[in-house]
């Protein structure tokens, strides 16, 4: 079982920043690709980004792409959602989530364990 729990989400102005980070209690935190998800009230989740096992490949979605990087410290358990220049749009509750794999797909289904999620708000 791998349990994730996020943290540093909160309220921002546009232009702004914040880094959200991901705790995982999991042996082998390196097994596991990592992706955050966003979800909006009334819409679906929507995939972020996504990082490998060894950290070497990310992929983001295009509307972050350029503001948004993930890393993550397999020494520490740790995943993070660095995020710049932030929009209004970007407000939603962002989740962590995990998979045992070497990456992990874009789409929610493809991932086994989720955080609770931590709020994100944007204002103009």
């Known amino acids: 079982q791998v349990q994730l729990v996020e943290s540093g989400g909160g309220l921002v102005q546009a232009g702004g920043s914040l880094r959200l980070s991901c705790a995982a209690s999991v042996r082998t935190f390196s097994n596991y690709a990592m992706a955050w998800f966003r979800q909006a009230p009334g819409k679906e989740r929507e995939f972020v980004g996504s990082i490998s096992w060894s950290g070497g490949t990310t992929y983001y979605a295009d509307s972050v792409k350029g503001r948004f990087t993930i890393s993550r410290d397999n020494g520490k358990n740790m995943v993070y959602l660095q995020m710049y220049s932030l929009k209004p749009e970007d407000t939603a509750i962002y989740y962590c989530?995990?998979?045992?794999?070497?990456?992990?797909?874009?789409?929610?289904?493809?991932?086994?364990?989720w955080g609770q999620g931590t709020q994100v708000t944007v204002s103009s």
């Open positions: 989530a995990a998979t045992r794999t070497l990456l992990g797909p874009r789409g929610p289904s493809g991932y086994d364990y």
